[in-house]
């Protein structure tokens, strides 16, 4: 089981370091353009609940390009090995257990997903001492990357063309990177909406990112929406590798 685990994670880095450069420079474009546009551009002099705009955005980026970052490397991913390059069939003749293969493609993904939080971190850190890190944010950041890695995976299996994946991160994962708190408010929304986004995991990202008068119970209860929309992926994810094997 290891030796499968370790040979996927294996190829999936040999892939990022053949790549690093082009990787590290895309994953920098959108944070930078949404810090220029909104942070120091529409958010100058701007406060919300006391605080800067920019120490509002700054965890808000973080979750929304960890999110698009592992969902998008590990869709892709594994729908161009399904339907282009025809790679898929090679694990699923190979001794690995379709199990290990969604393990190790998801953590692949929120590699991806991590990687990009770094650059993010590294980025502001030079100009803005507003993001605050701490044991929690590590957490929950990790945990985003994780949640959407494994939606990737799962969608990744279920669309079937190109243009269909184009369509679920047009319906699903841009509506979501604006909605769920990045740039405004989720309080800001009419409240029939408001419950509804309140269900989505990058809502709960967003808000204990920020870690604006949250207690205890409520740390707690987004770390737990992550873990079981993670663990409801997964096991998704996995049966339909079964099922496509």
Known sequence: MMSGLYGILWQE????????????ISFLISPILYLVAFGWGLGSGVEIDGGSYMAFIIPGIIGMSTMMTSFNNTASTINISRIFYKTFEDYMISPINMTVYTLGKIIAGAFYGIYSAFLIIVLVSVFTTD????PYFILIALLNCFVFSALGFLIGLLVNSHSDMAKFTSFVITPMSF????FFPIDKMPEILRWFIYLLPLTHTNIALRLTGETAGQMVLHAGVLVAYLIVLFVLGARHCKKVE
Do not use: D, E, Q
């Not at 909605?179 to 990045?182: D, F, P, R, S, Y």
């Open 13 to 24: 880095f040999a892939v990022f370091k053949r790549k690093f450069v082009a990787t590290s």
């Open 131 to 134: 993001l605050i890190i701490t």
């Open 179 to 182: 909605l769920c708190g990045t």
